[in-house]
């Protein structure tokens, strides 16, 4: 109990100095107060893990200063002591936050009970904010990584929809952080203290998945023993998710478009009408314009869902995060392994930016995390990274590096293109964006474009112009 600090509220010195000298003889800092005025100045002046207040005081009630402790300083744990106990006091005590409430003459054992009892508490407390404050920063704006132009337009919806009670739809890729994005989109809103709840629509069949959304009465299928709230019904006052929401059947769909208009529906079974506050987040990699044109996903439900469309663009499109995602991938695994891994090689790095990423975001933190288990080194080397990464690019080696160049020419002609490939990519390459971000005319930069074949290939179209982008060469030096 060592390093604890306690403060004693009590005017009656014949049960401070036996409680200070137990408290002391275990450890404790104790510090006295006499009365409201002096204790709020204490509390105010220092930290106290537990306080003792006595429910009669020369200038108030007891419990006023419980008040005032919970609305200042919710992390300690009050102990109120009276002389003169009700069981009405005692309940009261515990409704307005009181850890314990024990009555004079306090014995050595249940004083010992308290104690424990409130270190316990305020230890919780603490490790609940602690994680509640991780669970923000994991799933905040912050989480989601880029400086790519078309995620500068993500953060700007997201942050633009995110205090509003409006559909969105969020597409992209799989592994392009739709979940992350709908978690960002719930912690900015003022619905953040309320439910999150993700349904992957693909997961489960139709009759379980519109169990599983709406809830179920006891008899309404076979095994239905009990009734059973959807997923709607437990977000009331938070969001609900709906992830690959093109996999939803006919019949469910109809169910969703009423659910997004009305916000009320009946469970399996039932004949209650069930309405609900819950915002509705939803997602999917497929083109469902395309399956409307199919007639494989409802118009009706397609308009109602995209009113607000993120697009969460590839990481093949992006290249020019992927530094920024491999260090920030390095950093959770160094920290989660306890490795000592300072970085990548030149090489490695150049693999990364090279490869496609069919699996966008999601591949490259498998990628990054296997790279730290399996290196032997201080820093990622080509050979730590997965076979599919490391033979994506012809003609790079992992075994030696490339000759170096004969002339001064030839070794500053790489270091350019990939100088400028990079603004290109980072300002999607738009050139007059990337001329001002390198400090060119916009002259200029074609010509160099041109110089180091970062310019499309007509002849593939006839002569036409295409708009393709050249693809990145990779060198290992």
Not at 186 to 203: K, M, N, T, Y
Not at 330 to 338: A, D, N, P, S
Not at 350 to 375: F, H, K, M
């Amino acid at each position: 109990m060592a390093n604890h600090s306690v403060l004693i509220v009590d005017s009656d010195a014949s049960f401070v100095n036996p409680l200070a000298s137990y408290l002391e003889e275990q450890g404790f800092d104790v510090s006295r107060s006499g009365s409201i005025a002096e204790a709020r100045e204490k509390c105010c002046n220092g930290d106290f893990d537990i306080v003792f207040v006595e429910t009669e005081l020369p200038d108030g009630d007891g419990f006023d200063l419980l008040d005032w402790l919970r609305e200042h300083y919710s992390d300690v744990s009050v102990i109120l002591v009276t002389g003169y106990g009700t069981v009405e006091n005692a309940v009261e005590a515990i409704r307005r936050g009181a850890e314990d409430y024990l009555v004079k003459p306090v014995f050595e054992e249940e004083l010992k009970i308290a104690l424990d009892r409130a270190l316990a508490r305020r230890s919780l407390k603490k490790e609940n904010r602690r994680l509640k404050k991780q669970l923000e920063q994991r799933y905040s704006l912050d989480a989601i990584i880029g400086r790519d132009a078309r995620m500068l337009q993500v953060y700007e919806l997201i942050e633009a929809v995110a205090d509003t009670r409006t559909t969105v739809l969020i597409t992209g890729e799989s592994g392009t952080g739709k979940s992350l994005t709908a978690r960002a989109i719930h912690r900015l809103s003022q619905r953040r203290d309320g439910p999150f709840i993700e349904v992957c629509c693909g997961a489960l069949p139709e009759t379980l998945l519109e169990s599983e959304l709406f809830g179920h009465k006891a008899g309404a299928f076979t095994g239905a023993v009990t009734d059973r709230k959807g997923k709607f019904e437990l977000a009331d006052g938070g969001t609900v998710f709906l992830d690959e929401i093109a996999t939803a059947s006919p019949a469910l769909q109809v169910k969703l478009l009423r659910v997004l208009q009305d916000m009320e529906f009946e469970p399996l079974g039932g004949q209650e009408t069930i309405r609900v506050d819950a915002r509705v987040i939803l997602a999917t990699n497929q083109n469902l314009e395309e399956l409307v044109a199919e007639g494989k996903f409802r118009q009706d439900l397609y308009y109602r869902i995209n009113v607000i469309n993120i697009q969460l663009p590839p990481l093949r499109e992006r290249r020019a995060d992927i530094p920024l995602l491999a260090e920030h991938f390095l950093k959770k695994y160094r920290e989660e392994t306890g490795k000592v891994v300072r970085g990548f090689t030149p090489q490695a790095m150049d693999l990364l930016q090279c490869y496609s990423w069919p699996g966008n975001i999601r591949e490259l933190e498998n990628a990054i995390e296997r790279a730290v288990v399996l290196t032997r080194s201080e820093y990622i080397e080509p050979e730590d990274l997965p076979p599919t990464v490391r033979g994506a690019v012809p003609g790079i080696s992992v075994q030696a590096p490339e000759p170096a160049p004969n002339n001064l020419k030839a070794a500053l002609q790489d270091p350019e293109r990939r100088l400028i490939l990079a603004a290109l990519e980072a300002n999607n390459w738009n050139k007059q964006r990337t001329a001002r971000a390198l400090g060119i005319n916009r002259a200029t930069l074609y010509k160099k474009m041109r110089r180091l074949g970062l310019l499309p290939d007509k002849s593939r179209n006839g002569g036409g112009g295409s708009a393709t982008r050249p693809a990145r060469h990779c060198a290992t030096t």
